[in-house]
């Protein structure tokens, strides 16, 4: 997720307030940043790695001349953040400049075919294609606007762009597709953003583009036209009442709330393809002899389900070891025929980064899975993947938690095929499912959202709560758990539900909640059987079941239901959801706020 803005203002000045408005974006991402103005006949263009305000003290971002201008704050997806992969990027000849928000599925394609017609690229981006194709189609004899017409109808994925050229100095053409982009009518000028917050101090007044808008802004007057039949409609002015600060959360009252609810997006992204990466790492995890995946926290959980994924889908045994244990549990038995999974969101913990030079440094394989490009994980793993979800800035893990098991899921399923464990039509089903999760997640939301917020109010006071569940639902329960401890600092236990006649039985009385993940699989008989347990010994039952399960609400005392069959490999990612909103809205119920908790950081870069 990037953040783009564009401004075409009556007045000069256009630099000082794209890097304001880039300010106010930096949420969306923030490991390079980039403007180009127009002035004189040419573009004037600084860009570099770094934080905005890094990038500002070297290269004095105010600095450029002109009254048009194109911005960006990157959060990469292709290329690592760099001076030359920062944006905007431009033709060969300087006289097009791009912004961009999304992914090009069909990059590298056009890049050789515009390569083999002389184009010469600079970055390793996949947006860079986009004011080369433009070029192309201008020396064809298209006009500037005909030419970014005939571009954006060749590109596959999704973008949200600003382009900008001295061939026409006066104007912005933007355009969206699945990226969101907003405009802003200001009395001085016009804007384009990825997000309110950018303009909301200049304006109040938005236009929200739809899939397929095309935009051309210009100094007293902006169009807007359908790329397919490029037939020219209104869209209504709409009259924002958010605070700034609130608009930055679109309007929820905290980030993680905003990103719990932005998880059928990311679980989409998290489904767009990775072909080689996929297929290179799942080579790496069928040819080793050994198998470990090495996380903390959240990422733990996901590799915990992994586990079970990697086995039920495609019979490979892999070993889920928590990082910091990783050297004293495994570390002499890891070799040169050892394969280690990595899994962390920042891509920066400490703890996992350690495991992973000590599993370097006895000539096992490391393979990585992260959200961030350029993390130190993506440059110690021999091959790695992303979970293509965005900045996540709430500090608890919400969003990336669901994409790290959807790609882990995929990775699994390329591993069965692999080493052909799976038939075609079990192959076609899983994948027809992957596509529904997003669907799922959406609706479970939904259905949920204010019953959580009546049950928390009900259940504050429990003494303790327990999570449990069995199969790949521990990892489920482990999740819930660690949710409602690190935000809510609600006192709460997770095991194996198995494993409660071993001893935490003892712990069960009255003021205690039990909460139960019970999907429609293998594990749903013998978790009824535990909920009797529970429930002879006083205890309170809150279930969260598939749609419809009778049997299983009449046995308790709330339920939250998802909406939607789901295969029991991909049960946490739609099962974790009320989990992730039950700790939230009791952390808020608490008084505590949510994106902070105390004594915690967004990444644990010391051990
Ligand atoms: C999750 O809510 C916590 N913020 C924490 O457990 C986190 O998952 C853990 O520190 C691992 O972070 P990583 O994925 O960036 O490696």
Redesign the pocket.
Known sequence: MCGIFGCVSKADGAAKIIHESLKRLEYRGYDSVGEATIFDGRIHVKKDQGKIDEVHKVHNLDDLPGSVGIGHTRWATHGAPSRVNAHPHLDCEDKIAVVHNGIIENFSELKAELEGLGHIFKSKTDTEVIPHLIEENIKRGSSFIEAVREALKRLEGSYAVAIITSLEPDKIVCARKESPLILGVGEKALYCASDIPAFLPLTNKAVILEEGDVAILQHDRYEIRRLEDWKQIAREIQVIAWTPEMAEKQGYPHFMLKEIHEQPLSLRNALRPQELYMDLMATFLDRAKNVFLV?????YHACLAASYMFSKLAYLPTYPIIASEFAEHVGMAVNIDSTILA???????AD?LAAVEHARNRAATVLGLTNVVGSTLTRVSRVYVLQQSGPEIG???TK?FTAQLLVLAQLALRVAKLRGKVSHQEVKAIEKKLKEIPDVVERTIKVNEEKIRQIVRKYKDSRFFVFLGRGISTATSLEGR??LM?IAYVPAFAFPAGESKHGPISLIEPSVTVIFICPRDRTRKTIIGNIMEMKARGASIISVIEEGDEEIKQLSDDYLEVLGEVPEVLSPIAFVVPLQLFAYYMAVEKGYNPDMPRN?A???TVK
């Open positions: 996380a903390c926290g959240t990422s899994v962390s969101q920042s891509g920066e913990t996992t500090v608890a893990a990336t660690l949710k690190e915690l967004k990444s644990v």
